[in-house]
């Protein structure tokens, strides 16, 4: 399948910094790309969807000043958490689909820890 | 997206085949069938979609019913490695194409 990664794959940060996460489409173009969260022992929790040249559309609660979301090419977005929180610790994985294809595929996911 | 459920937690001795269940009672017509699984750690993973037929592939078989109100997962031979929660998803081919996951079952695969 299509393979998706993300950069860094883990990063500590202290509060009030900010950290920029990658997700990159290796082998495909991707028109979009979704943002999501998980925290320990929950599901997944869908942040923001990004569509290439476009703002992404985010979900309910979820700010967008806070978290923003660039999708500036065909292979790679990122999302940025600003004047970042201990509350902002959580895991952080895109996944990205090509246009007129039915899968979706996720990258490895990003650890941060805000100290 | 319509909702699905899928019991919390499952056991399966390994080498067994695990057979995973899904109801989605109020799937529209144009709603496909996926399933993804994710380990520990990782970012969740593609296994399988369909739509009304039964699907194979290296991976697993999806078996849907002919009502498409519900669905099984089988894993033919189960390795350790398929420990991980397993999610059941229905969505609209093409259309919006974002996913809500559920809380997916917890399949463990016993030694």
């Known amino acids: 399948g299509a393979v998706v990664s993300q950069h860094p794959s883990r990063v500590i940060c202290k509060s009030g910094t900010s950290v920029k996460i990658e997700c990159r489409s290796l082998d495909f173009q991707a028109t979009t790309m979704f943002w999501y969260r998980q925290f320990p022992k929950k599901s997944l929790m869908l942040m923001a969807t990004s569509n290439e040249g476009s703002k992404a559309t985010y979900e309910q609660g979820v700010e967008k000043d806070k978290f923003l979301i660039n999708h500036a090419s065909l292979t790679l977005s990122t999302l940025t958490v600003t004047s970042a929180h201990p509350e902002d610790s959580s895991f952080y994985i895109c996944s990205a689909i090509q246009r007129g294809k039915e899968t979706q595929y996720f990258g490895p996911g990003t650890r941060l820890l805000v100290l | 997206d319509a909702k699905t459920t899928q019991p919390t937690s499952m056991d399966c001795a390994e080498g067994r085949a695990a057979n995973l269940p899904c109801n989605h009672s109020t799937i529209s017509g144009n709603e496909y069938v996926y399933w993804y699984r994710q380990i520990h750690s990782q970012g969740p993973q593609y296994i399988i979609h369909?739509?009304?037929n039964n699907e194979t592939n290296e991976m697993a078989s999806l078996i849907i019913t002919e009502d498409r109100k519900s669905s099984t997962l089988i894993l033919p031979h189960a390795t350790l490695r398929d420990t991980a929660v397993y999610y059941c998803?229905?969505?609209?081919?093409?259309?919006?194409?974002?996913?809500?996951f559920g809380k997916g079952t917890r399949l463990h695969i016993l030694p």
């Open positions: 369909g739509l009304k």
């Open positions: 998803i229905v969505r609209v081919k093409g259309r919006d194409d974002k996913i809500i």
